[in-house]
């Protein structure tokens, strides 16, 4: 009998949700997926060249959209990495992909926090409207877990540190 499983786990093929990476004919068409969770929630970096977020090395291309010479930089950065952090938390399976979100929440801090003077502002509007979405949720649980890792409002003046 002609069985392929046996070739796709030596592919990287599924085991139990992990992330692998397929590979086509060139390197451009690399597509990384979650297998295992029936969900057909995918990460396709094909969308970055068309000025879509790539969703594969989001951290990086949070990066790259950072350095960018135009005025508004910075502020379409950190829409960009906020949607993205979104849609990772709302198609996450439990917490399987909250960890993710939260790494791109900390790269988006401390670039903020570095910034210029209307950057933290930036983050802050960001983590409250993270806040205002995912605080009061009894279904995801992405707020607590965020908390629990440490992240909070970057704080931008000495009034803030009052208790």
């Known amino acids: 009998p002609d069985d392929d499983s046996a070739g796709d786990a030596a ?8 992330i692998k990476i397929e590979d086509d004919d060139d390197e451009k068409s690399k597509k990384a997926r979650v297998d295992g969770d029936g969900l057909g929630f995918s990460f396709a970096p094909d969308k970055a060249k068309d000025g879509a977020f790539d969703t594969t090395n989001p951290e990086a291309h949070f990066e790259m959209l950072w350095k960018r010479e135009d005025l508004d930089a910075h502020e379409n950065a950190v829409k960009e990495m906020t949607k993205h952090v979104i849609d990772i938390v709302d198609n996450s399976p439990g917490e399987r992909f909250y960890s993710k ?22 983050f802050n509007e960001s983590f409250e409207q993270l806040r205002d979405k995912y605080q009061s949720r009894s279904d995801i649980s992405f707020w607590a877990f965020l908390l629990k890792e440490g992240v909070e409002r970057i704080r931008t003046s000495d009034a803030e540190d009052e208790p």
Do not use: I
């Open 11 to 18: 592919k990287g093929g599924t085991d139990g949700g992990a």
């Open 101 to 122: 979100a939260v790494s791109c929440l900390k790269k988006l801090r401390v670039f903020c926090d570095a910034g210029r003077n209307d950057e933290p502002d930036l």
